[in-house]
């Protein structure tokens, strides 16, 4: 039987073992086929994709789809072209997002908007999306069956959409300064944790595994986009710009409530919450808003509740990965959920 990491060079199966080292090579094989096909030569839109996409960031979605296309085991150099989509599509949001959210960097150097102007940006992330759906039809060329590429392609639209309600429902909380947890999380799951859920979902549904276990996957990775999602909302009070890739004054400036800042409010009372709305919308300057606002979520225990918020996530996420036989790649997607845990503790 054809290793599920089979090349047509190696059996990368047998050949490599260590987690770390198949992690690096399956991280080269979607970075080499995002250099091949956006090469930044020819047109501007070419250099732009390119600029977005190479070096690229950890890659981690892409991981998440061919870990769990391995997870049923399927061939995983046949859905390689899916997990570059998977990227390209991530990456498109992001470009989006930091239009909407005027942010000027993004993985530690100037934004698409910011280096090539926002008409230019928003026509690349177009592109991208359009692409994502250009890879996931490439898998048919490598001997994918056609009904499977097509319910790939019907889970990544349908987490395309919800992607696109999460952002419109952000909107509508921050203008609305709606401040209640419930609705914040719905929002995360259908923004952040759509995508994760596309990624794993269609890794599964192109290597054909059963339905059960393509639900399965898709669980973890809605589960696993929540409490990244939430980690992120943390690091604007555990971390600085240089960790998270963009200014760390980001969330106070587009006055975006995320869940560290959410349960300070419940958690404190209302002098608490009066003092954080104040500063929250206040029109000074953003450093020593967030600096403000950071002494109080901290006092207050959001930081501790939303730290223990992303863990029950991840642990859900290792959880429901049960109903799956034991292999490799379903030990990497159970390591993937307890860093998540890690990195949240």
């Given at each position: 039987?054809?290793?599920i990491?089979?090349?047509?060079?190696?059996?990368?199966?047998?050949?490599?073992?260590?987690?770390?080292?198949?992690?690096?090579?399956?991280?080269?094989?979607?970075?080499?086929?995002?250099?091949?096909?956006?090469?930044?030569?020819?047109?501007?839109?070419?250099?732009?994709?390119?600029?977005?996409?190479?070096?690229?960031?950890?890659l981690?979605?892409?991981?998440?789809?061919?870990?769990?296309?391995?997870?049923?085991?399927?061939?995983?150099?046949?859905?390689?072209?899916?997990?570059?989509?998977?990227?390209?599509?991530?990456v498109?949001s992001?470009?989006?997002?930091?239009?909407?959210?005027?942010?000027?960097?993004?993985?530690?150097?100037?934004?698409?908007?910011?280096?090539?102007?926002?008409?230019?940006?928003?026509?690349a992330?177009?592109?991208?999306?359009?692409?994502?759906?250009?890879?996931?039809?490439?898998?048919?060329?490598?001997?994918?069956?056609?009904?499977?590429?097509?319910?790939?392609?019907?889970?990544?639209a349908?987490?395309?959409?919800?992607?696109?309600?999460?952002?419109?429902?952000?909107?509508?909380?921050?203008?609305?300064?709606?401040?209640?947890?419930?609705?914040?999380?719905?929002?995360?799951?259908?923004?952040?944790?759509?995508?994760?859920?596309?990624?794993?979902?269609?890794?599964?549904?192109?290597?054909?595994?059963?339905?059960?276990?393509?639900?399965?996957?898709?669980?973890?990775?809605?589960?696993?986009?929540?409490?990244?999602?939430?980690?992120?909302?943390?690091?604007?009070?555990?971390?600085?710009?240089?960790?998270?890739?963009?200014?760390?004054?980001?969330?106070?400036?587009?006055?975006?409530?995320?869940?560290?800042?959410?349960?300070?409010?419940?958690?404190?009372?209302?002098?608490?919450?009066?003092?954080?709305?104040?500063?929250?919308?206040?029109?000074?300057?953003?450093?020593?808003?967030?600096?403000?606002?950071?002494?109080?979520?901290?006092?207050?225990?959001?930081?501790?509740?939303?730290?223990?918020?992303?863990?029950?996530?991840?642990?859900?996420?290792?959880?429901?990965?049960?109903?799956?036989?034991?292999?490799?790649?379903?030990?990497?997607?159970?390591?993937?959920?307890?860093?998540?845990?890690?990195?949240c503790?």
């Amino acid at each position: 039987m054809e290793s599920i990491y089979s090349t047509g060079k190696q059996d990368f199966g047998t050949a490599i073992l260590d987690r770390s080292d198949r992690i690096e090579y399956l991280v080269s094989l979607v970075g080499s086929h995002l250099e091949s096909t956006w090469n930044g030569k020819g047109v501007p839109l070419e250099r732009i994709c390119h600029y977005a996409l190479v070096p690229g960031g950890k890659l981690f979605r892409p991981l998440l789809l061919l870990e769990s296309a391995g997870a049923v085991g399927a061939n995983i150099a046949l859905v390689v072209p899916a997990a570059a989509g998977a990227e390209a599509g991530h990456v498109a949001s992001l470009i989006h997002d930091d239009i909407i959210d005027g942010d000027t960097m993004r993985r530690g150097r100037p934004s698409v908007h910011a280096a090539f102007g926002r008409d230019d940006a928003i026509v690349a992330g177009d592109a991208l999306i359009f692409y994502l759906f250009a890879a996931l039809a490439e898998c048919g060329e490598r001997g994918v069956p056609d009904d499977r590429v097509a319910q790939a392609m019907a889970a990544v639209a349908a987490a395309g959409i919800d992607l696109c309600r999460g952002q419109s429902m952000e909107a509508q909380l921050c203008a609305g300064y709606v401040c209640d947890v419930p609705s914040y999380l719905e929002m995360i799951r259908l923004k952040t944790a759509a995508l994760f859920r596309a990624a794993c979902a269609s890794g599964a549904i192109l290597g054909g595994g059963p339905a059960e276990w393509c639900a399965a996957l898709g669980s973890y990775g809605e589960l696993l986009g929540s409490a990244f999602q939430i980690h992120d909302d943390l690091l604007a009070y555990t971390s600085d710009g240089d960790a998270m890739g963009k200014a760390v004054t980001s969330d106070i400036t587009n006055q975006r409530l995320t869940l560290p800042f959410l349960l300070a409010r419940e958690l404190g009372g209302e002098p608490v919450a009066n003092e954080l709305d104040r500063h929250m919308r206040d029109s000074g300057d953003p450093a020593e808003r967030l600096a403000a606002v950071s002494a109080l979520v901290r006092e207050a225990g959001g930081v501790a509740a939303a730290t223990d918020a992303a863990r029950g996530y991840a642990i859900r996420a290792v959880e429901v990965l049960d109903v799956l036989p034991e292999s490799p790649s379903k030990e990497t997607l159970s390591y993937f959920a307890q860093a998540a845990v890690n990195r949240c503790g």
